[in-house]
């Protein structure tokens, strides 16, 4: 199934020690079939500047972003249980509550937009939603930066990050080092990328098996590359029309419809990372699917059309449970000099996008990139692909492989289970 492609990896010893482990898996001697996948391997670690990371990571946990001094982004956005918050939809100040489910902020410098119907374009420019919104923070960023400055370190920190700028504490310095930060959430090295890397035993033989539907079935051709999904819209309701059975449409139902104002965006939304799904439950937009389960019964239903055996949909849900990596906030601590990513890939991560084809506008074409054994059910590529407008996706261009080295350990990450 793997394609077999000789590589000349140049090992890093210096990433090995950092994740400390005792086994480097030699690429130069294994099979490495990533490049083959439709689904690439997130880099080990990443290029962030470490002052503005540190001061991001407090601004990250600091409530008094919130109007009453109550509500941090990590309120709702828990690193410590898959970086989002357990709810069918999210609780803000005063107890109001929202119409969507919070995603994951793990991997989201992955996404090509930032939320369901991708109004903001980086992540800096979406931490304006949250602390701006009446139902979660309900701040005014002139209050915000008055309390920062009160404070006795902040104004230190933010000096050493910010040295050249004549207003240290400022809008735009906050939101950039929150960005910051939130670059350094990815959680590389989970089981199913060392598989990618080539260790054939870190997956074992039903979740290999969901591998092959996954691709078969064609969910790849909307959940893929690096963040397996976060690269592209695709409408809710493909094949059968789920907000009729469900009923009671909201506003938030409208997906990208909100943000264009086109017909054929009713709907539509952000195909979410199945990264972090293992830990995210409840899922899709509306927090409707309790379990990973659920949500794959959804996408069967109404995403494709079509019954599967349980034994089948149980493998799919072994499969995204590999997905899931390690998170560390020591990801950013490491020596930039020493660094094993690619020119491209740093250059990628300064502009904000990781390693995702370049963000189209608009819903997009797809269609199945990869069959394991024959054809993709003709009714089903077909089908999927009627539904786009753009050009045909482009799978050329993930996330490079980052660190030829590749870790052998097994994720430690705890976390709400999706069953
Ligand atoms: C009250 C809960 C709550 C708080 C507080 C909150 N968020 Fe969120 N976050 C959400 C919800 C809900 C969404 C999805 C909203 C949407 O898509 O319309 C979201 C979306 C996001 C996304 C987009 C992820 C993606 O895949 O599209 C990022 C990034 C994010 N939040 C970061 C932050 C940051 C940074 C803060 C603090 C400044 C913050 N959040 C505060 C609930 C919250
Ligand atoms: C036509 C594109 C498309 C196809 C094909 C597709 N998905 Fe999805 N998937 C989506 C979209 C869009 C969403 C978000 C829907 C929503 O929440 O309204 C989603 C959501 C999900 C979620 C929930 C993630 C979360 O965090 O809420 C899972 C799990 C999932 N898909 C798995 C699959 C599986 C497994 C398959 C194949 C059986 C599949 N998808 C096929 C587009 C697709």
């Avoid at 304006?128 to 002139?142: A, F, H, N, T, V």
């Avoid at 927090?287 to 959804?298: F, H, M, N, P």
Wanted: glycine share 10%; aromatic share 8%.
């Amino acid at each position: 199934m793997m394609h077999t492609r000789q590589t000349t990896p140049k090992p890093s010893h210096r990433l090995l020690r950092a994740f400390g482990l005792s086994l480097a898996l030699s690429l130069g001697s294994a099979e490495y079939g990533a490049a083959a996948e439709p689904i690439k391997p997130l880099p080990v670690m990443i290029e962030v500047n470490e002052a503005k990371a540190e001061l991001g990571r407090l601004l990250f946990h600091e409530p008094r972003l919130s109007k009453n001094d109550t509500i941090s982004c990590a309120t709702c956005h828990d690193l410590s249980a898959g970086g989002d918050d357990g709810q069918v939809v999210s609780t803000g100040i005063e107890g109001r509550t929202g119409l969507v489910n919070a995603p994951t902020v793990f991997n989201s410098a992955y996404n090509f937009k930032q939320f369901w119907d991708g109004r903001a374009h980086t992540l800096k420019e979406q931490v304006d939603g949250p602390l701006q919104s009446r139902i979660e923070m309900e701040s005014i960023w002139p209050d915000v930066v008055t309390k920062l400055f009160q404070d006795k370190d902040y104004p230190r920190m933010f000096q050493q990050a910010y040295p050249n700028d004549s207003q240290i504490i400022s809008r735009e310095n906050i939101k950039d080092a929150i960005a910051e930060f939130q670059r350094s959430l990815i959680t590389p090295n989970s089981r199913f990328d060392q598989w990618l890397r080539g260790n054939v035993g870190a997956i074992n033989e039903q979740e290999k098996e969901g591998y092959a539907l996954f691709k078969r079935y064609g969910c790849v051709s909307c959940h893929q590359g690096a963040n397996v999904g976060g690269n592209m819209f695709q409408v809710f309701g493909v094949i059968n029309d789920y907000f009729r059975k469900r009923g009671n449409i909201t506003d938030a139902d409208l997906g990208r419809f909100n943000v264009t104002g086109n017909e054929v965006d009713k709907h539509a939304f952000k195909v979410p990372s199945l990264r972090m799904a293992a830990h995210t439950a409840p899922y899709l937009h509306d927090g409707s699917a309790g379990t990973l389960r659920d949500a794959v019964d959804a996408m069967f239903e109404f995403q494709l059309g079509r019954e599967a055996p349980d034994e089948d949909k149980e493998a799919i849900v072994a499969f995204i449970k590999t997905l899931a990596g390690e998170y560390r906030e020591s990801n950013y601590r490491f020596d930039l000099g020493e660094s094993p990513l690619s020119a491209e890939f740093q250059e990628d991560s300064r502009n904000g996008h990781l390693g995702q084809s370049p963000a189209p506008n608009g819903l997009q074409e797809i269609s199945v990139v990869e069959t394991v054994e024959g054809s993709p059910p003709a009714d089903i590529a077909e089908t999927i692909s009627q539904n786009g407008k753009a050009p045909p996706l482009r799978t050329g261009r993930a996330a490079k492989p980052a660190a030829e080295s590749e870790a052998a350990g097994r994720s430690g990450r705890s976390g709400r289970s999706g069953r």
